[in-house]
């Protein structure tokens, strides 16, 4: 079976830095992804991690240790418009190895 | 930038009757799936295909539901009996190859069965 840990919620102000933290469990790890999603809107991408480390993209980093089962998404220079929920999705071996299992998603409310 | 995109962005039908929810993945992809999401829930998987046929599927995707790509664009999911509990968002979304390669989610159908 496949477990996906993350906060419920979280709160940060503008200008500042947040972690979101992620721990997982599943039958075979083949990758972990990181989505944004607006209320009403189709999650989209932000990161993805298949191997141990950092991943940077612009004011977006993802972390991954596959033998702790964790990851974490950290912003930095918090907008307001990264308000969202930010889903933590893994993707694990089985037959076809294609499904993401998604995480219940973080909810990030940034305040002025 | 290539998009996933659905049809209808919203549908309201009755409790029993037969839904059909419409997709185009994106052209160069040959991984189609379908998700879920109750409101307030998280993002489901229902199923997943590849090569004209299912590779994957979930337990909600019982024999109420079937997929299908009738021709070389479109990717259809029947929900065949609907009940008060498919209420949701209905994504679908596409990926070039199966591991490595991330999974674009259309803007989706909102389903609300009365």
């Known amino acids: 079976g496949q477990n996906i840990d993350q906060p419920t919620e979280m709160t940060a102000t503008e200008g500042a830095i947040v972690q979101i933290n992620c721990t997982y469990q599943?039958?075979?790890?083949?990758?972990l992804f990181w989505y944004q999603q607006h209320a009403g809107e189709a999650p989209t991408f932000l990161s993805y991690?298949?191997?141990?480390g950092l991943e940077e993209k612009g004011r977006f980093s993802s972390f991954l240790s596959r033998s702790k089962g964790y990851s974490y998404l950290l912003l930095k220079e918090l907008q307001m418009k990264d308000s969202a929920s930010y889903l933590c999705?893994?993707?694990?071996?089985?037959?076809?190895?294609?499904?993401?299992?998604f995480g219940k998603g973080t909810t990030l409310s940034v305040s002025s | 930038e290539p998009e996933v995109t659905q049809t209808p962005s919203h549908q309201v039908t009755q409790m029993g009757q037969e839904v059909i929810l419409r997709c185009v993945p994106i052209?160069?992809?040959?991984?189609f799936y379908w998700y879920r999401q109750i409101l307030g829930q998280k993002v489901e998987f229902l199923v997943s295909?590849?090569?004209?046929?299912?590779?994957?599927k979930s337990e909600i995707f019982d024999d109420q539901f079937s997929v299908e790509r009738p021709d070389g664009s479109n990717f259809t999911l029947k929900i065949r009996s609907t009940k008060l509990e498919d209420s949701a968002m209905y994504f679908c979304?596409?990926?070039?190859?199966?591991?490595?390669?991330?999974?674009?989610f259309g803007e989706g159908s909102w389903l609300t069965v009365v």
């Open positions: 979304a596409s990926s070039e190859r199966s591991s490595g390669n991330t999974i674009y």
């Open positions: 599943t039958s075979g790890f083949n990758g």
């Open positions: 991690n298949v191997l141990d």
């Open positions: 999705a893994v993707r694990a071996i089985n037959q076809a190895g294609t499904a993401l299992i």
């Open positions: 052209s160069n992809h040959l991984y």
């Open positions: 295909f590849y090569n004209n046929e299912i590779s994957e």
